[in-house]
């Protein structure tokens, strides 16, 4: 596997992603866009890129969120920036799509075969970007937020949308995944919904225990496995089965 | 691959099961007892038990329900039967557990790696025998009603729970579907839910489409694969990975 720190510009920002990719691969691949949780590109998201070339060949950029790979230290010092950012639309948008553009501008990759997944607030961008009517094949979203920016252009959504959510997760209460799923009838989406009993936020990074707010945040190896699998399956269904699976 | 129609008793009916294995397996294999929608046992769960030995290279026994492989040829002579058996928490059970002892007298089980599916009224008896706190692993559901006989027996459930639902079924509402979730939460117990966007009642039947009503009942060839798939990744869990596949 061959990686570089890819950069671009996106809504004034200096964004530094984290590409990787198989270098022995003669073809364009699939590729997938990594969205990082709140805090920022750290190395969760940069791991999972990592793992998508590995597991299933494809090219995967782990995208940056603040500027320079900037990763907050705490809820504090994140949450006015990330609540600043998530009602200004045109900021979320630019964030996204431009990640897009950098990635397909790369040789390695089949443009006609992305998907986004993300983490946390990372997965409610890759829904914003289905949102936004990108060309993508699949927008996945582990324990992320479903309150998206403009409910009122899931008509435009093209990708299958898969929702891996904690049953249990403050973060995502049921209203929100009532509503959420209006929306997505409304727009007509191809979408699934799996909820995981007895899980909370944050189910896939180990480093959330750390965070000491178990019933809120907490590392589940079970439902980390399942949703990763869950995820596979969509991929194989979108964007082809990969020759090193 | 073999398969024999297995007879036994269940609250005073003469059952008819049918029952599929690989006849080269040299050693006990996992089972599934495979419970039919509320019609009766008839091609359709016959034929799934079928490709559980096919695919997976399990034992499956396709289970009757009411008694001599009986079939009601519409919803008027099969709910009042079903109204009556679904309130009889004695007599759901008896015929749920007289299943599986049929299923564990057999030489080609493997006794400590047993699941239950069921299509429709039948993944609610899935849920019934787990809540008899049989020792079954799994108890997956397709199209299935939620609301069980017992709930406050939650707490002796041993298998891991997955309901596969269409998101528009009118007979599963959401209603239902947070009950179920309360019942599972209070009972601690390993579950997951997956909803599908569009998609109403009887996805896993082509015949469904023959009833005439395609907003309550829908074959959907795309949810059908994707909670096959689903139950595959769990059996794969919980019962290991066939040699076959």
Known sequence: MKTEELCYEADGLSMIGHLAWDETATT?????LVFPEAFGLGAHAKARAERIVSEFGY???ACD?????????DLGTMMPVLTALRGDIARVRAR???????????????????AAI????????????????????????????LQVSAPQDAGQIKAKVLALIGADDPG???????AFEAVLRAGKVDWQM?????VVHSFTNPDADLLGKPDFLRYDAVADRRSWQQMRALFAEVLGESPTS
């Open 96 to 114: 996204t799509r431009k990640a897009l553009e950098a990635l397909l501008r790369r040789r390695e990759v089949d443009a006609s075969r992305v």
């Open 172 to 178: 995502v209460p049921p209203e929100d995944r009532a």
């Open 59 to 61: 090219v995967a950029l």
């Open 28 to 32: 364009p691949r699939p590729a997938v």
């Open 194 to 198: 799996t909820l995981y009993g007895g």
């Open 118 to 145: 993300g983490f946390c607030y990372g997965g409610t961008l890759a829904y914003e970007l289905a949102l936004a009517g990108a060309d993508i094949k699949a927008a996945v979203g582990f324990h992320s937020g």
């Open 65 to 73: 969120l603040h500027g320079d790979q900037k990763v907050f230290p």
